[in-house]
């Protein structure tokens, strides 16, 4: 089993560009979450979904759209990057809001 | 919503010392979680407490409920338990971190 898989793991973009972040996983898990980490700010929830087709926000989801077609998979995009979405993003997956939570190996973003 | 707070945020240790990280929080909860994460940046979560006590190896948490406080505590600490270990509570929303507790350990 893989796990919980980002992609990519590292990109460079420039301001005004768009991209998507894919979380990808094989533990069968219901509940996805996108996090960034910020030095000194600890993990902070962008959008998180609570089962296939559903979404919703977290506490920083300015700037930012998830969707969730498959189980398996979570997307975040970025419609028009700014500089103040540098950032490293996780993704996480569990069975409910008490569960373990399992992460993805990150993808750290920069915006130029 | 719960406000976590970690001490101390950094914490420079020699090889074989017995560290303490404390967390507390100011909402009831119904589980706290700790996380360790190495340089280099993969999160692992190491326990899942709702009471008492939990131990795996040299690494032991104990929470108590009452007083909305919990521990984490390294036994015989080596240069390998180098790492950030975050705290987390939720109850039924989603998790709420503390910013992370950078420990170093030095042979």
């Known amino acids: 089993n893989a796990g919980v898989t980002q992609t990519p793991k590292f990109r460079v973009l420039k301001t005004g560009q768009s991209m998507t972040l894919l979380c990808a996983q094989d533990?069968?898990?219901?509940?996805m979450y996108w996090y960034r980490q910020d030095p000194g700010m600890g993990l902070r929830l962008i959008h998180y979904?609570?089962?296939?087709?559903?979404?919703a926000k977290g506490e920083v989801p300015d700037g930012y759209n998830v969707s969730r077609l498959k189980k398996q998979n979570f997307l975040l995009g970025l419609e028009s990057a700014a500089p103040s979405q540098t950032s490293v993003y996780f993704c996480?997956?569990?069975?409910?809001?008490?569960?373990?939570?399992?992460f993805g190996p990150g993808t750290r973003l920069t915006v130029l | 919503k719960n406000e976590v707070e970690q001490s101390p945020q950094n914490l420079t240790a020699q090889e074989g010392e017995f560290i303490t990280i404390n967390c507390s929080y100011s909402?009831?909860?119904?589980?706290l979680h700790w996380l360790q994460q190495h340089p280099g940046g993969g999160i692992v979560s190491l326990f899942m407490?709702?009471?008492g006590k939990k131990k795996h190896g040299r690494l032991i948490a104990t929470i108590n409920i009452q007083e909305k406080h919990s521990s984490l505590h390294i036994t015989a600490s080596h240069p390998r338990d180098s790492a950030v270990y975050i705290c987390?509570?939720?109850?039924?929303?989603?998790?709420?971190f503390g910013k992370g507790t950078r420990l170093s350990v030095i042979a």
């Open positions: 996480a997956g569990g069975q409910g809001w008490t569960d373990t939570q399992y």
């Open positions: 533990m069968n898990h219901e509940y």
């Open positions: 979904s609570v089962g296939e087709g559903t979404t």
């Open positions: 909402v009831g909860i119904s589980a």
């Open positions: 407490l709702s009471s």
């Open positions: 987390a509570v939720s109850g039924n929303t989603p998790l709420v």
